[in-house]
């Protein structure tokens, strides 16, 4: 968000150069060739037998985690549209990742930037964020974030990229190497290569609005489940068909979850939706954590748990298919929260009943005994 008031032509801001743009938008698209594309891996689980499990694993990016695609993509919008010019202060409203991989370009390009983020941001995020030479604007009160950026950019006379607003439509739903195209690119040897479900969680909305609408671009019979969490206004949001509804207390999930129906969720590509609760994500994560020796952030749980009752589900219908869901990043950002034990019992959270429930599902292939809200795309009922 630029403010013309700001810059009047006197002002010393400085003068517009094409060559500084070009060769900005040639450094970015130059990291993009250099760093290979982030890994698909099944997960072999016997009990499952018939369903084949995929986690592609974004945590594999320079900066560490699927944001880091969204970061570009918002990187090259705003230069290509003129927002961004040599000197420029970006700003960004985030809980962390976005803003250590916009971060990492804005220091890329030699550009100035500023993360407003909730206080509550894992230290580990505010660390990567200073690593790249980024300034951290911390704030108690998360509904405030979105107000604070714009203001914050306003003041700096610079551009506020508003992920949330503008993560939809920076990436290129119809392919240009997509997470979406990539996914499929990558499944195509594979033994079920149109997976029956795709499931993504909600943070800003822009990447299940990319995969959804690529489904459809593409005329694939897959479907797409977004994951939910605890104080998040997406699941009751699309339940009710009502973007207006909002959610009073932060989500305690980094990554996922807002207190409002974000502009760049679009429900209409949505075919299902579960809102897992915090704990059930927690023993998700710990569980995926040490099926692959490993650990995962609390988002990669969420996902998880949601693509365990979808197995279920194909379990007790006696389907086969494929389902893949996405490592959002690595665990090693949360030592100091999720995995940490006193942290997770001040915030009343048990994930061992949940953990015990997957772990007997996925030995097994018995029923998940695990209940969460769900809700199916009007546009979906009586579907098989």
Same mark, same amino acid.
Request: proline share 5%.
């Given at each position: 968000?630029?403010?013309?008031?700001?810059?009047?032509?006197?002002?010393?801001?400085?003068?517009?150069?094409?060559?500084?743009?070009?060769?900005?938008?040639?450094?970015?698209?130059a990291?993009?060739?250099?760093?290979?594309d982030?890994?698909?891996?099944?997960?072999?689980?016997?009990?499952?037998?018939?369903?084949?499990?995929?986690?592609?694993?974004?945590?594999?990016?320079?900066?560490g985690?699927?944001?880091?695609?969204l970061?570009?993509?918002?990187?090259?919008?705003?230069l290509?549209?003129?927002?961004?010019?040599?000197?420029?202060?970006?700003?960004?409203?985030?809980?962390?990742?976005?803003?250590?991989?916009?971060?990492?370009?804005?220091?890329?390009?030699g550009?100035?930037?500023?993360?407003?983020?909730?206080?509550?941001?894992?230290?580990?995020?505010?660390a990567?964020?200073?690593?790249?030479?980024?300034?951290?604007?911390?704030?108690?009160?998360?509904?405030?974030?979105?107000?604070?950026?714009?203001?914050?950019?306003?003041?700096?006379?610079?551009?506020?990229?508003?992920?949330?607003?503008?993560?939809?439509?920076?990436?290129d739903?119809?392919?240009?190497?997509?997470i979406?195209?990539?996914?499929?690119?990558?499944?195509?040897g594979?033994?079920?290569?149109?997976?029956?479900?795709?499931?993504?969680? %909600? /943070?800003?909305? @822009?990447?299940?609005? *990319?995969?959804?609408?690529?489904?459809?671009? !593409?005329?694939?019979? #897959?479907?797409?489940?977004?994951?939910?969490?605890?104080?998040?206004?997406?699941?009751?949001?699309?339940?009710?068909?009502?973007?207006?509804?909002?959610?009073?207390?932060?989500?305690?999930?980094?990554?996922?979850?807002?207190?409002?129906?974000?502009?760049?969720?679009?429900?209409?590509?949505?075919?299902?939706?579960?809102?897992?609760?915090?704990?059930?994500?927690?023993?998700?994560?710990?569980?995926?954590?040490?099926?692959?020796?490993?650990?995962?952030?609390?988002?990669?749980?969420?996902?998880?748990?949601?693509?365990?009752?979808?197995?279920?589900?194909?379990?007790? %219908? /006696?389907?086969? @298919?494929?389902?893949? *869901?996405?490592?959002?990043?690595?665990?090693? !950002?949360?030592?100091? #929260?999720?995995?940490?034990?006193?942290?997770?019992?001040?915030?009343?959270?048990?994930?061992?009943?949940?953990?015990?429930?997957?772990?007997?599902?996925?030995?097994?292939?018995?029923?998940?005994?695990?209940?969460?809200?769900?809700?199916?795309?009007?546009?979906?009922?009586?579907?098989?």
């Amino acid at each position: 968000m630029e403010s013309s008031s700001a810059h009047p032509e006197n002002s010393s801001r400085p003068a517009y150069r094409r060559g500084w743009v070009d060769d900005a938008v040639a450094a970015i698209e130059a990291d993009q060739c250099r760093t290979a594309d982030t890994h698909l891996i099944r997960l072999i689980v016997p009990a499952l037998s018939g369903i084949n499990i995929y986690l592609k694993d974004e945590s594999t990016h320079p900066t560490g985690s699927l944001k880091h695609r969204l970061a570009r993509s918002l990187f090259l919008y705003a230069l290509c549209n003129g927002h961004i010019r040599e000197g420029t202060p970006v700003v960004e409203a985030s809980s962390g990742s976005t803003a250590v991989s916009e971060a990492y370009f804005a220091e890329m390009i030699g550009v100035p930037f500023y993360a407003v983020m909730p206080r509550t941001t894992s230290a580990e995020k505010i660390a990567a964020i200073a690593h790249y030479g980024g300034k951290c604007h911390l704030i108690d009160d998360g509904r405030a974030l979105y107000a604070e950026a714009g203001a914050l950019a306003s003041r700096l006379g610079g551009h506020y990229m508003d992920q949330f607003t503008f993560a939809e439509r920076a990436t290129d739903w119809r392919g240009n190497n997509n997470i979406a195209e990539s996914i499929f690119t990558q499944l195509k040897g594979e033994p079920r290569p149109l997976p029956d479900w795709i499931v993504m969680g %909600a /943070g800003t909305g @822009g990447t299940s609005a *990319t995969i959804g609408r690529y489904l459809r671009y !593409r005329q694939f019979p #897959t479907r797409l489940c977004v994951a939910d969490v605890e104080h998040s206004a997406f699941f009751d949001c699309f339940r009710d068909q009502d973007c207006s509804q909002t959610c009073e207390r932060p989500s305690l999930i980094e990554g996922v979850g807002r207190p409002r129906c974000e502009p760049s969720f679009v429900p209409g590509v949505v075919d299902r939706m579960m809102k897992i609760p915090d704990a059930a994500t927690i023993a998700a994560m710990n569980v995926l954590s040490r099926r692959l020796r490993r650990a995962v952030g609390g988002s990669t749980g969420t996902n998880f748990l949601a693509l365990c009752r979808l197995a279920s589900e194909m379990r007790l %219908a /006696g389907r086969t @298919g494929s389902l893949v *869901t996405l490592i959002c990043d690595s665990g090693e !950002r949360y030592r100091q #929260t999720y995995y940490e034990p006193q942290w997770l019992a001040a915030r009343g959270l048990n994930p061992e009943p949940h953990e015990t429930a997957l772990m007997s599902f996925l030995a097994t292939g018995e029923p998940l005994d695990l209940t969460v809200e769900d809700t199916i795309n009007p546009r979906m009922q009586g579907a098989a």
